[in-house]
């Protein structure tokens, strides 16, 4: 795995260039967001047959119908998240193959990241020791439910889209913390909840495209 994580060699680091250059120009401000994208190697997290796209802003696909985020909405996910303030405890819902994990965790040191999908997890696992990351603490478990044992989170991101906000997320959002995550079905947008004294508050942002948020472990 040494190899393949040297072995992209300067086309990697041109392209990763490239790739925070775009962001910018998409409205990305954040700089501690982009040193931290541009920190994680992306081509690490997709499959071997796709790492020539790695740093292209698309989604790509990981097998079990889940994909790698676009690298845009990585970006404006946690954008929107720090806003004026730090991460702290933070809790990721679909850790999928751990690249947005690995991305959190130049941000804050706590991070948790769940996946209902234990083959996948198994890569999350692979790559993120792969490229030295030992802070995220990863489960098996349903993202539904979130992570009880380690709440309350000040920050929680989830990565697939919800028909309704979980219940138990919300219950898991620390006071003054925020959420982000996508909500509908065929139609989705990013919702940004904060735990505020007067109750929860929902701003709607952009228009996205998630896999479904699904309940159970596989």
Same mark, same amino acid.
């Given at each position: 795995?040494?190899?393949?994580?040297?072995? @992209?060699?300067?086309?990697?680091?041109?392209?990763?260039?490239?790739?925070?250059?775009?962001?910018?120009?998409?409205?990305?401000?954040?700089?501690?967001?982009?040193?931290?994208?541009?920190?994680?190697?992306?081509?690490?997290? &997709?499959?071997?047959?796709?790492?020539?796209?790695?740093?292209?802003?698309?989604?790509?696909?990981?097998?079990? +119908?889940?994909?790698?985020?676009?690298?845009?909405?990585?970006?404006?996910?946690?954008?929107?998240?720090?806003?004026?303030?730090?991460?702290?405890?933070?809790?990721?819902?679909? #850790?999928?193959?751990?690249?947005?994990?690995?991305? =959190?965790?130049? =941000?804050?040191?706590? &991070?948790?990241?769940?996946?209902?999908?234990?083959?996948? =997890?198994?890569?999350?696992?692979?790559?993120?020791?792969?490229?030295?990351? =030992?802070?995220?603490?990863?489960?098996?478990?349903?993202?539904?439910?979130?992570?009880?044992? #380690?709440?309350? @989170?000040?920050?929680?991101?989830?990565? #697939?889209?919800?028909?309704?906000?979980?219940?138990?997320?919300?219950?898991?959002?620390?006071?003054?913390?925020?959420?982000?995550?996508? &909500?509908?079905?065929?139609?989705?947008?990013?919702?940004?909840?904060?735990?505020?004294?007067?109750?929860?508050?929902?701003?709607?942002?952009?228009?996205?495209? @998630?896999?479904?948020?699904? +309940?159970?472990?596989?």
């Amino acid at each position: 795995m040494s190899g393949a994580v040297s072995g @992209f060699g300067m086309t990697s680091q041109r392209t990763r260039t490239r790739m925070i250059e775009r962001l910018r120009e998409q409205g990305i401000v954040d700089e501690e967001v982009l040193a931290a994208i541009a920190a994680v190697p992306r081509h690490i997290f &997709v499959e071997e047959a796709l790492a020539s796209r790695a740093y292209e802003d698309t989604a790509l696909p990981l097998g079990f +119908s889940q994909t790698i985020s676009q690298p845009y909405v990585v970006a404006r996910m946690i954008a929107a998240l720090r806003a004026g303030r730090q991460l702290g405890r933070t809790l990721e819902i679909g #850790a999928g193959c751990g690249y947005q994990a690995a991305v =959190l965790a130049q =941000l804050t040191d706590e &991070v948790y990241a769940v996946e209902r999908i234990e083959p996948l =997890l198994a890569k999350a696992r692979i790559n993120l020791r792969a490229i030295k990351q =030992l802070k995220v603490r990863l489960k098996h478990a349903d993202g539904q439910l979130g992570l009880p044992e #380690a709440a309350p @989170f000040d920050t929680i991101i989830v990565a #697939a889209a919800a028909s309704r906000v979980p219940p138990a997320l919300l219950r898991q959002l620390a006071p003054g913390g925020r959420m982000i995550l996508p &909500v509908g079905g065929a139609t989705q947008y990013l919702a940004l909840i904060e735990n505020r004294t007067e109750g929860y508050v929902e701003t709607r942002l952009d228009a996205v495209r @998630f896999v479904p948020l699904l +309940s159970g472990v596989e």
